[in-house]
């Protein structure tokens, strides 16, 4: 008989506002602003595609002091399996650069998959555009990326992560502002949350203009050690 258990969804966000980023030509295009966690507080069943495995019910370590925050979950596995279901170019070079960044952090090891059922993360994208939202001072804030994760909350296991990009918002936007944005949502799809606005980190809600720093990369290393 299938085993099943209790998992919780979390979404995670990045939006855009009105301040200059240069696009490809040159132009002047919105910069990144990354909003704040949307928690879905729905539960769901959630069951192995090989009805002869089980979840694991060993708890996970999780560090308390890390210098990116946590958001309590992470892979059972230090080897990472992701899946490109995108085909716009643009996303997929930016997803690809992404993997290459997270995995010079040598703590976990993000490797591509032909076989979306093998895979752990998704690598998508989607218009986020329904999710645009007006903060009420005269400018509308729209959606970049979102990360949708599946997890077990008794044993703090990850077990399937989707990271969606939006390419009507950035597909005009330069290729290190499009790794920026993907880097973040892969961050969170490993476990990462969102950083205060003070810290220098790639998880930073409004701090587009950095990739995966020292803090992130010791986060990282804590997480999976």
Same mark, same amino acid.
């Given at each position: ?39 879905? /507080? ?16 060993? &708890? ?17 596995? &230090? ?29 976990? &090891? ?9 895979? /752990? ?13 007006? /903060? ?11 990360? &949708? ?65 020292? /803090? ?10």
């Amino acid at each position: 008989m299938r085993r099943y258990f209790l998992i919780l969804m979390a979404i995670f966000t990045v939006g855009i506002v009105s301040q200059p980023v240069l696009a490809d030509d040159g132009s002047s295009l919105p910069t990144n602003y990354f909003s704040q966690d949307a928690e879905d /507080n729905s539960t769901s069943d959630f069951s192995f595609n090989d009805p002869n495995q089980t979840p694991s019910t060993k &708890k996970l370590a999780i560090p308390r002091d890390t210098p990116t925050p946590l958001e309590g979950v992470r892979w059972r596995k &230090k080897t990472i399996r992701i899946y490109m279901r995108t085909t716009d170019p643009h996303l997929k070079s930016a997803f690809r650069n992404a993997v290459k960044k997270w995995n010079k952090v040598k703590a976990i &090891k993000i490797k591509w998959t032909k076989d979306e059922n093998k895979a /752990n993360i998704i690598a998508a994208d989607g218009d986020l555009s329904a999710n645009s939202t007006n /903060n009420g001072v005269g400018y509308q804030t729209a959606q970049l990326g979102e990360t &949708k994760t599946e997890y077990n909350p008794d044993t703090h296991e990850l077990h399937k992560a989707t990271s969606i990009l939006d390419p009507y918002q950035l597909d005009y936007t330069n290729p290190n502002f499009r790794s920026e944005v993907a880097q973040h949502e892969l961050g969170h799809a490993l476990g990462l949350a969102h950083a205060p606005e003070y810290e220098h980190s790639v998880m930073v809600p409004r701090n587009i203009r950095t990739e995966i720093t020292k /803090n992130d990369r010791k986060s990282i290393q804590l997480l999976y050690q």
